[in-house]
């Protein structure tokens, strides 16, 4: 990321925070410094609206919206979600759960969205609410001393700007700007994915009060999302396990619909539909964490301190939910320094929490147990209502709620250990498909 050619004599200016990235994240934290009076400069590389994949939201981020005054806008532009449709490879039936069916039935829907106009939303909004906001600024280099930091971005037209801020929020997503500088990335051997994606016109859809609800659907090498829009396309999405897309041997649009020809359901809901622009894209998944997200003058949000598997649509909340805990403790390093060491140690906490809960699923998902669990939801011991909070991304909501996600693992592990052969398939198959098998075809893989 340093550029030594970089001009360090330009006009410099101060603020109190300086947050790379205008994502969600970037935008939220923004909106709240900027609320406690800080001078806050938020630098996006790209103009909004800009695309960005990730479009359905959970209920937790209703009240997050709410907190920053935007639900009523994003109201107005997404599709209202109630809940999700598991459909197996290998069953004539799918299973449909409701996110009122948690610990709090009040958090029952959610929107899904097109990122690029929830996206601007966040982003105009820290304007409004004073943060100094600047569009084609790209952050080229970051360097941290004993007062603060100096931080170097790269504009549109190639003229450089430089800020001295006694603190910096890293929220540049998969960037990962400050993880790099430190080399504190690490990937997630655990899990190994790519995507394959697309917009689809006329998608038969769900109907009545399910018509906005995910839709998640299993097959041989993945799973695939589809995520119906407000506007009448269709996000479809298949999360591939990265040998699957690595044996690619034809053009990416042929390979999508290959793919989905691997889901009969999905591919009986598209066979009438066209997919937009005539466009199929792919992206890298692969999780990764960064060692640390705290240093005494700088905090990682977000994507930009870790990723997981999108399979529960927890990106967008996680990544806010940090921003406003990161508030906090962004306010304690600048007014009360004595008190930093405690507040970054709860936030470090709070930053592994969400994610390690979805983890859990995550790594387990291809796992035959689950599955099962998945397609016949029971409330025993209070399990479903456990798992329907953490679906609903409602992390405690009821006293109830720990214990109740526990006796789903204890349910899960007992039911593993009676199944046992089929609990030690799914485990061999699921570390061979997080290893990295080169160019081989995965159907010769699975089979051998
Ligand atoms: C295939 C896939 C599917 C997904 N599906 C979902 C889903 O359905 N629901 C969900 O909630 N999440 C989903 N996610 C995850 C979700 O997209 C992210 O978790 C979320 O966008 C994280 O928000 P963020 O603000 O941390 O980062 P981002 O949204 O990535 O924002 C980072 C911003 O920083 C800017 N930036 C980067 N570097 C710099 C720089 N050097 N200088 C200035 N600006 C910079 C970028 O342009 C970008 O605007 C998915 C992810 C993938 C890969």
């Not at 001009?7 to 900027?34: E, K, N, R, W, Y």
């Not at 997200?293 to 930009?304: K, Q």
């Not at 927890?314 to 962004?330: I, R, T, W, Y």
């Amino acid at each position: 990321m340093a550029d030594a050619s970089m001009d360090t004599t330009a006009d410099m200016q101060t603020c109190d925070v300086l947050v790379v990235g205008g994502g969600p994240a970037g935008s939220t934290i923004a909106t709240l410094l900027a609320r406690q009076g800080r001078q806050v400069v938020l630098l996006e590389k790209e103009h909004h609206p800009r695309f960005h994949i990730g479009e359905s939201l959970l209920p937790g981020n209703v009240e997050l919206f709410d907190q920053l005054g935007v639900r009523e806008q994003v109201d107005k532009i997404g599709m209202p979600k109630y809940g999700i449709e598991f459909v197996p490879p290998d069953l004539d039936y799918c299973s449909y759960v409701d996110f009122a069916e948690g610990w709090d039935p009040t958090k029952d829907s959610a929107w899904q969205v097109r990122r690029s106009e929830l996206d601007e939303i966040l982003f105009r909004h820290a304007t409004k609410e004073g943060a100094v906001t600047l569009e084609g600024a790209h952050v080229r280099q970051v360097d941290f001393d004993a007062d603060g930091a100096t931080v170097r971005a790269v504009l549109d037209d190639g003229a450089q700007r430089t800020w001295r801020a006694r603190f910096v929020v890293d929220a540049s997503g998969r960037d990962t700007v400050l993880a790099n500088k430190f080399k504190s990335k690490k990937k997630n051997p655990k899990h190994n994915s790519t995507a394959l994606f697309g917009h689809f016109r006329n998608a038969r859809r769900l109907e009545g009060k399910r018509e906005g609800n995910i839709s998640i659907c299993w097959f041989q090498h993945g799973w695939f999302w589809f995520i119906p829009l407000a506007d009448g396309t269709t996000s479809v999405g298949a999360v591939c396990w990265a040998y699957y897309l690595k044996a690619r041997d034809k053009p990416l649009k042929d390979y999508f619909y290959d793919t989905i020809a691997m889901c009969p359901e999905l591919h009986d809901r598209l066979k009438d539909a066209t997919l937009v622009d005539d466009a199929v894209h792919a992206t890298g998944n692969f999780a990764y964490s960064s060692t640390h997200a705290t240093g005494d003058r700088y905090l990682m949000l977000g994507d930009a301190f870790t990723f997981i598997d999108p399979m529960f649509s927890s990106g967008v909340f996680l990544a806010m939910q940090s921003a406003f805990d990161g508030a906090k403790m962004v306010a304690t390093a600048l007014d009360n320094p004595a008190a930093l060491p405690a507040a970054r140690q709860a936030v470090e906490k709070k930053m592994r929490e969400g994610p390690r809960d979805y983890s859990w699923f995550i790594y387990r998902v291809t796992n035959p147990t689950i599955r099962d669990m998945f397609m016949h939801p029971k409330n025993v011991f209070n399990a479903k209502q456990g798992l329907m909070s953490l679906l609903a991304a409602d992390l405690e909501p009821a006293p109830g709620y720990r214990r109740s996600l526990f006796m789903f693992k204890v349910v899960y592990y007992f039911v593993s250990l009676i199944n046992f052969r089929r609990t030690w398939a799914g485990w061999k198959r699921h570390s061979f498909n997080v290893q990295d098998h080169g160019t081989l075809r995965g159907e010769t893989i699975l089979k051998s």
